[in-house]
């Protein structure tokens, strides 16, 4: 079985609740004012853009594929895609693991 004809999981279904609910579009500026509630920290903001973008890169490669195999897509932008989808989502499983690094010595330290 080849890479390109292996379905690649999304994070988020597209247009599921929790990502237009939660996570902010990374193409567009976050707003600093938000209505009526408690503006999030900067952390959980980048987190959740950067989850949200990798979620739109294995969507999009995910599309492309499906066009590949429809014929209707060219090969050259779906191997990009694919290969953009795997790097972002190995530098989120990166970030993800140092986050629980940095929690697991946080948790051992001393008192």
């Given at each position: ?30 707003n ?9 920290d ?17 969507l ?43 929690y ?8």
């Amino acid at each position: 079985m080849s890479k390109l004809s292996m379905p690649i999981p999304a994070i988020l279904p597209a247009n599921s609740a929790f990502q237009t609910e939660f996570l902010p579009n990374p193409f567009t500026p976050i707003n600093p004012v938000m209505a009526g509630t408690e503006q999030p920290d900067p952390f959980h903001r980048v987190f959740a853009t950067l989850l949200n973008h990798t979620n739109h890169t294995l969507l999009q490669a995910e599309q492309h594929m499906t066009e590949l195999e429809a014929g209707q897509d060219n090969l050259i932008e779906t191997v990009m895609s694919v290969q953009k989808a795997s790097q972002t989502m190995n530098m989120l499983i990166q970030v993800r693991n140092r986050i629980v690094e940095g929690y697991h010595e946080t948790f051992n330290q001393q008192v």
